[in-house]
């Protein structure tokens, strides 16, 4: 082989290899490049998921809101059928029970009218007694037509007392009246006897203050 060709394959074999030299480098630079770049998209996770967690040790749970109302119609939720017959079964006890202490002041009642009775047959005048009785009876009267739905009206007496005496005679008459009509009227019923009976009762005791005073 002439030296000519000699230095020609030479040439020729030192280029390719700088070729490949070159081509090793650009790799190896790329190669860099994304590393690098995927080094940095870690370290920004691995910061923001740091400063997640961070946070949410740094902020305390929030307390439940104690100020709310839990028996609220508008947070209370729809009433299951146990509920509703639970309700219905406490409000027939109140009312059993409101009808009862009702029927207790008519029994109290009478029991006054017959006490001023008995201890006025000697005597015109009212003592300290007499008038916390009075006050007593004429208190559950009121409450007893309230319960019965009435109101204060002044009703005329066709035989109005002329005296103490005969005042509280009828008094007594109708406080014993009135407790007959309050015990046979069934509950959650509007009785126009008890509210009738009631106010005749209360202005027998204004006309019994009349002649006292």
Excluded at 103 to 110: D, F, G, H, S, T
Excluded at 122 to 135: C, G, M
Excluded at 178 to 188: E, G, H, M, N
């Amino acid at each position: 082989m002439s030296s000519a060709k000699k230095l020609g394959v030479g040439v020729t074999q030192y280029l390719k290899c700088q070729i490949e030299k070159t081509r090793i480098s650009e790799v190896l630079v790329v190669t860099k490049s994304s590393l690098a770049t995927v080094f940095l998209l870690m370290l920004c996770i691995v910061t923001a998921v740091a400063q997640v967690n961070q946070s949410t040790k740094s902020s305390p749970p929030r307390p439940p809101d104690m100020t709310a109302d839990k028996s609220s119609p508008d947070n209370a939720g729809p009433m299951t059928t146990f509920e509703e017959e639970m309700r219905a079964k406490r409000a027939i006890k109140l009312a059993e029970k409101e009808h009862q202490e009702n029927l207790n002041r008519a029994k109290e009642i009478c029991q006054l009218g017959q006490d001023l009775k008995s201890e006025l047959q000697s005597r015109l005048a009212l003592d300290r007694d007499d008038s916390k009785k009075l006050e007593r009876l004429e208190k559950l009267t009121k409450k007893i037509r309230g319960e019965a739905g009435g109101e204060d009206d002044d009703v005329q007496i066709a035989n109005a007392p002329a005296d103490v005496s005969s005042a509280i005679t009828q008094i007594a008459d109708n406080a014993e009246q009135l407790s007959k009509d309050v015990q046979k009227t069934p509950r959650q019923v509007v009785s126009a006897a008890v509210i009738d009976r009631a106010n005749v009762l209360l202005q027998l005791v204004k006309i019994l203050r009349g002649f006292i005073h």
